[in-house]
């Protein structure tokens, strides 16, 4: 059985690369990490030059006495993060350019840097086609582009990261460092008339219960954005306004846990099935109620999960007659 399976999705593999052509075969990404040893090499020694200046190292020792120690200070990479990142083993010029070579560093240097689809052509193109439907996209133009999102010296794919709880943190990161940012926000939203205030993420989520948790345990992708067409991207670009947003629990806390061909679709490639759970990947990360299909344990827990939702309508019906009582005494 595996064996077939095996066939089959080298099959869809091969038939996946004739369909979209050589271009979009991983190895001939320009700049692409190479295997011999001595052009490793040769890359390893020309990003050491950089580093020679911006890292924490190189701002401690500076290799030259003309260097704007301050302005440098904020232009500080960790080799380990880069080293770890969908970028490793390329060389920085790659992106940035001769113009970075020499120190000081060329006047129009900053304008040669590469954009993602000058060697993504193909992913890019399917993934702008979401992102310029995205509010982000129709409301700020040209100011909000990929690398708003995307750190190319840290960004990490899904797939390779895995484990659930590390893609949460690292995709939430992108969304929260802004939308929980007085500072950055306004970066962006000054350019919208009548500007528009920062909203309190946990006032508008409000509704959910122990938020805190959910913002650990799921993306806000996984709620802001319709499920991709591109079966391949596992995702979609295309957030959306409160109207199109996902409110309904059972999505995910149901047998057909959405979640299960999103963020866990990773996990549950590489998951183990020998426990009888249909979604067992979903049970070795975190435990989702109601989206497992162990009877037991579904029982035990939704009877939990009752009693939680119960609690809490409880409590909210509590503090509305509460109030009730309040402004009557009080009028
Ligand atoms: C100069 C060429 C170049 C530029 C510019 C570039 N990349 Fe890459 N990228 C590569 C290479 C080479 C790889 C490694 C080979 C591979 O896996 O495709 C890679 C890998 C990736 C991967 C993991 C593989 C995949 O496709 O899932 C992602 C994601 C990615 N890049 C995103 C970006 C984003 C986002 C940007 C813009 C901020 C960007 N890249 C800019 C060359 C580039
Ligand atoms: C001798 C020290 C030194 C070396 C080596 C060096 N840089 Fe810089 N770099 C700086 C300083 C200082 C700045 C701050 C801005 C300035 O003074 O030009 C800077 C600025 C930058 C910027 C922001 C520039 C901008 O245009 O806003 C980038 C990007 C950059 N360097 C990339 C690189 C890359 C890539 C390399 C290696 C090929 C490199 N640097 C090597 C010292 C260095
Ligand atoms: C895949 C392309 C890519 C590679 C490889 C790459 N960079 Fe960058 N880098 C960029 C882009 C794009 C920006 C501009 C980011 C922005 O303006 O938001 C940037 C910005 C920078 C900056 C200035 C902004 C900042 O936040 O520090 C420095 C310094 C820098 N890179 C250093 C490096 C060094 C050192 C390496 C090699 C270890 C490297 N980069 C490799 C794409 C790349
Ligand atoms: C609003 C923030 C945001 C913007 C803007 C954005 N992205 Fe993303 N992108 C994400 C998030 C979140 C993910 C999910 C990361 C993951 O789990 O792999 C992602 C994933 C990706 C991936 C990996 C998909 C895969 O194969 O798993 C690529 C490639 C990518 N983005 C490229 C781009 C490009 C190109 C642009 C510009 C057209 C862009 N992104 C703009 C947030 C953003
Ligand atoms: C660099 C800042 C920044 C980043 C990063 C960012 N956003 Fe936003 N986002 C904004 C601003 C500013 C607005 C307000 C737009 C408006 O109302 O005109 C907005 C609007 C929104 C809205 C719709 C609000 C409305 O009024 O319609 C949603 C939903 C949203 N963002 C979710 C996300 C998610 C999810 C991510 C991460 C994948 C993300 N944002 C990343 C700045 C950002
Ligand atoms: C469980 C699903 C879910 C998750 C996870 C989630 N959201 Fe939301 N979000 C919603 C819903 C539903 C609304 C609309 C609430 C309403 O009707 O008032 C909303 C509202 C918003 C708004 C206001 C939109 C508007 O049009 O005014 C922003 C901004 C936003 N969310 C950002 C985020 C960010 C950033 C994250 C990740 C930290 C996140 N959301 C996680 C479901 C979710
Ligand atoms: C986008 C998917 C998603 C949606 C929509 C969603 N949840 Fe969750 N919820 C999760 C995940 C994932 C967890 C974390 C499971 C864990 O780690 O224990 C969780 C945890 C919880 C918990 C805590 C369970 C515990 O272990 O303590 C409660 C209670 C909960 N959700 C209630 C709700 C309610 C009520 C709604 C609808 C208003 C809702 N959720 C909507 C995904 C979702």
């Excluded at 990142?85 to 001769?98: D, I, K, L, R, Y």
């Excluded at 989206?291 to 019906?317: E, K, M, Q, S, Y």
């Amino acid at each position: 059985m595996k064996s077939v399976t095996q066939s089959l999705f080298a099959f869809a593999v091969l038939a996946g690369v004739a369909v979209s052509g050589a271009s979009a075969f991983a190895a001939e990404v320009k700049g692409a990490a190479p295997s011999d040893p001595a052009l490793v090499e040769k890359i390893r020694q020309s990003n050491a030059a950089c580093y020679g200046c911006h890292t924490e190292q190189g701002l401690k020792a500076p290799p030259r006495a003309d260097l704007d120690l301050e302005k440098l200070r904020q232009l500080v990479h960790d080799p380990a993060q880069f080293d770890a990142s969908n970028h490793a083993g390329m060389e920085c010029t790659v992106c940035h350019g001769q113009g970075y070579k020499a120190f000081p560093h060329a006047a129009g240097a900053k304008q040669s840097i590469s954009e993602c689809g000058e060697c993504h052509a193909t992913k890019a193109l399917r993934i702008e086609t979401q992102f310029e439907a995205s509010v982000h996209a129709k409301n700020f133009k040209e100011q909000f582009t990929c690398r708003t999102c995307h750190d190319p010296h840290a960004f990490r794919v899904a797939a390779k990261l895995g484990d659930p709880h590390k893609i949460v943190a690292q995709d939430n990161a992108m969304c929260v460092g802004c939308h929980n940012s007085d500072l950055r926000f306004a970066l962006f939203s000054a350019s919208v008339t009548p500007q528009k205030v920062r909203p309190d993420l946990d006032t508008l989520h409000a509704w959910l219960p122990n938020t805190r948790l959910h913002w650990q345990a799921v993306r806000c992708i996984e709620c802001h954005t319709p499920t991709s067409p591109v079966k391949s991207l596992g995702m979609s670009h295309e957030i959306l306004g409160k109207d199109k947003a996902e409110k309904n629990c059972v999505t995910c806390h149901s047998q057909e846990t959405a979640l299960a061909t999103r963020l866990y679709r990773f996990a549950a490639e590489n998951g183990t099935a020998d426990l009888g759970f249909a979604n067992a990947a979903i049970l070795d990360s975190a435990y989702v109620v109601g989206a497992t299909r162990n009877p037991i344990v579904d029982r035990t827990v939704g009877v939990l999960f009752g009693l939680t939702v119960a609690v809490l309508l409880g409590h909210g019906a509590l503090r509305i007659a509460l109030a009730l009582i309040r402004r009557r005494r009080s009028s």
